[in-house]
């Protein structure tokens, strides 16, 4: 089966840092993918995790480790506009559909 | 389009009743899938079309949920007698093969409310 496991809630200061976790457990794995989604509105696509490492993208870096299905998002300089759901997504195959975590919401406090 | 489009963004309707949602994906995206979203919830699979080939059907919670894909491009999600645990919000997704890095672009959803 497939079990993607995120924290449901986190809060943290404006300019701070803070690491957003994710495990999964899939029968395969070809992607690990990032996607934030603000109240009411769709989810948009952060980042893409294939192999071990970290990814870097401005404020926002995600790294990936296979041996341990683990992922962690994480998010530099918090600005409130960051204030949103955070969701884990892990593509098992190359033609199977995205199979999506429950949702951090995080919460930017001044 | 520019995006991918889905109508309506809210519909509700009695229970009983059938609604169609639609999704128009970004022009030449082969793939396309629905999901919802309850509340509180993660996005979970209904179905997946990707080109030609017969939908990945496997997420269908009921029978009373259908989907076409008409000239591999709008999609229509049906579900027939509707019951008040469908209120949810329907999210539509369109990717292009193998596109790994940019991952799926999403429709804003239509939000259904059963009462």
């Known amino acids: 089966g497939q079990n993607i496991d995120q924290p449901t809630e986190m809060t943290a200061t404006e300019g701070a840092i803070v690491q957003i976790n994710c495990t999964y457990q899939t029968s395969g794995f070809n992607g690990l993918f990032w996607y934030q989604q603000h109240a009411g509105e769709a989810p948009t696509f952060l980042s893409y995790n294939v192999l071990d490492g970290l990814e870097e993208k401005g404020r926002f870096s995600s790294f990936l480790s296979r041996s341990k299905g683990y992922s962690y998002l994480l998010l530099k300089e918090l600005q409130m506009k960051d204030s949103a759901s955070y969701l884990c997504?892990?593509?098992?195959?190359?033609?199977?559909?995205?199979?999506f975590g429950k949702g951090t919401r995080l919460s930017v406090i001044a | 389009g520019a995006g991918v489009s889905q109508s309506p963004s809210n519909k509700v309707t009695e229970k009983g009743k059938d609604v169609e949602l639609r999704c128009d994906p970004i022009s030449g995206h082969t793939a396309l899938y629905w999901y919802r979203q309850s509340l509180g919830q993660g996005l979970e699979f209904l179905i997946y079309?990707?080109?030609?080939?017969?939908?990945?059907k496997s997420g269908l919670p009921s029978d009373r949920f259908s989907a076409e894909r008409t000239g591999g491009s709008v999609s229509t999600l049906t579900i027939q007698r509707t019951q008040q645990e469908d209120s949810a919000v329907y999210l539509c997704a369109s990717s292009r093969p193998g596109q790994g890095v940019g991952g799926y672009t999403f429709g804003s959803g239509t939000r259904l409310t059963v009462v």
């Open positions: 079309f990707q080109g030609n080939s017969a939908p990945d």
């Open positions: 997504a892990v593509k098992a195959s190359g033609n199977t559909p995205l199979v």
